[in-house]
């Protein structure tokens, strides 16, 4: 009986200490969630170069530096059209709390193994995404887009870098 007591309230103690940071752990978890079903619409315009729909999923800042024509060049360098990906990767690059509330969130999306129409296979296609941004909803969106062949050696980003 006494390790009952003892087991009570050492659960209530954890309980109490938790639930505050459950809150945190709930709103991470539905913006990460969001964020993989997105990505797959994501996918899906890029198979079908509808650069207005993506462009949607950009944050105000990253349009903000780009032109239109940029998402031409960005498809005319891919060889072929994207038809399909073997494995889809969330990560969470950082996240920051203010006074026990999320106030930024920063993921990546990997698509592994991306493929074309004519057989060419992007090692991945990677994207950042700023699922909350307090200071700054500007920020909130896709920040840029790039397809990999050989890992770093060659990439073909949207938007491109300025130099």
Known sequence: MRYFRLSAILV???FVFTSCSWEKVVEEDRLVNETK?????VFEYLKEED??????????KALSDCNPEEWKIFLEQINGKII???TIETFEN??????GNL???LLRIEFKNVKTDTGQVYEKM??????????????????WLELMIDGNEKTIKFPTEKE
């Open 37 to 41: 079903e997105e990505a797959k619409q």
């Open 12 to 14: 209530i103690v954890l």
């Open 84 to 86: 399909d990906y073997e």
């Open 94 to 99: 950082r996240r920051t709390f203010s006074d």
């Open 103 to 105: 106030t930024y969130l």
């Open 126 to 143: 990677r994207y950042s995404k700023t699922a909350k941004c307090d200071s700054d909803p500007d920020k909130e969106g896709i920040n």
């Open 51 to 60: 650069t207005s729909s993506l462009s949607n999923f950009f944050s105000q």
